[in-house]
């Protein structure tokens, strides 16, 4: 489904209780356009044997139902299954395994026509100087963009509350030190723009720009970093699309629900007439 030029997607990670064929299903019945792909073991596991059979096999189903992918690579214990998001890039012990399905998952990305794929740093660990942390987050992002541009595939470099690039201003730091690369775009999660970053949300997709290649949206409030259901934080929507619409981004814009598959379907149906509304009330005069 579309609002104007925008086109809406829905998060795999809010549909954890269903089988990946059966979400897709049901996000394509809804009217969304595309789909926010996590790799994870439930959703196109990437260690399970024959990945290759499997991934044609979703390239058909997305083309059936037409809807676009971006590859998202936030599970929570994918890599490990102790210890959230572990290891990361900026990992002491296992960081080349982060980097390997890193490339992975851009290898997926090539063969389903993803338009993007989407990574984040990790959490400093402790004990690391800061200067080091970027030193090896540069470096481990560097293997990374160069499997991109051998694949042809965009990245887009997700801030997350709490990690080493938690906020725009982290971000453009990390473009800058990698040479202000072509292939590395955004991911902007619209709720993380209210959680922490100091300029208004509609200013921060601005920031964003060209830059933009991937964007997530769900609701959330100042300084807290719990996704919610549209309507239950503090983000006001109609500016916010309306900022989308200015720059004249034409990615998926995708709820990020990733703790509400107890009510999957009915959460995606809220969430798509909600954004349908928001875009048709457009901003205040």
């Known amino acids: 489904m579309t609002s104007g030029g925008l086109r809406f997607g829905f998060g795999t990670n809010g549909f954890a209780d269903h089988r990946l064929n059966d979400a897709l299903s049901v996000i ?17 596991d990437p260690f399970a044997p024959d990945l290759g ?10 083309a059936e139902l037409e809807l676009a992918v971006v ?20 990992s002491a012990e296992g960081a080349d395994r982060r980097v390997e399905f890193l490339r992975t998952a851009i290898d997926v990305a090539a063969d389903l026509g993803a338009e993007a794929v989407s990574f984040w740093s990790g959490v400093r ?49 990390l473009h800058s030190r990698l040479g ?3 292939r590395l775009g955004l991911t902007l999660d619209i709720g993380h723009c209210r959680c922490n970053e100091p300029l208004p949300v509609p200013d921060c997709v601005r920031r964003a720009g060209d830059r933009l290649v991937n964007v997530q ?10 996704h919610l259901e549209f309507g239950d934080g503090e983000i006001d929507f109609p500016p916010v699309l309306a ?3 200015e720059i004249s981004y034409r990615g998926l814009v995708s709820v990020e629900l990733p703790r509400h598959s107890h009510d999957a379907p009915g959460v995606a149906e809220r969430a798509l007439a909600f954004l349908i509304a928001a875009g048709m009330e457009g901003p205040p005069a």
């Open 28 to 44: 394509a019945d809804l009217g969304y356009a595309g789909v926010a792909l996590t790799l994870d073991h439930a959703h196109l």
């Open 53 to 62: 059979r499997r991934v044609a096999a979703l390239a058909a189903r997305l």
């Open 243 to 245: 900022a989308l619409e």
């Open 125 to 173: 660990p402790s004990g690391l100087p800061v200067s080091a942390a970027w030193e090896r987050l540069t470096e481990h992002c560097a293997a990374v963009l160069a499997h991109a541009d051998r694949r042809g595939v965009t990245l887009g470099f997700e801030p997350e509350p709490g990690m080493l690039v938690d906020d725009l201003t982290g971000f453009e730091r």
């Open 180 to 182: 202000d690369p072509p």
């Open 71 to 90: 590859v998202e690579t936030g599970a929570r214990y994918l890599l490990d299954p102790r210890r959230k998001h572990e290891p990361t890039l900026l």
């Open 217 to 226: 949206i769900d609701d959330m409030r100042r300084g807290e970093h719990v």
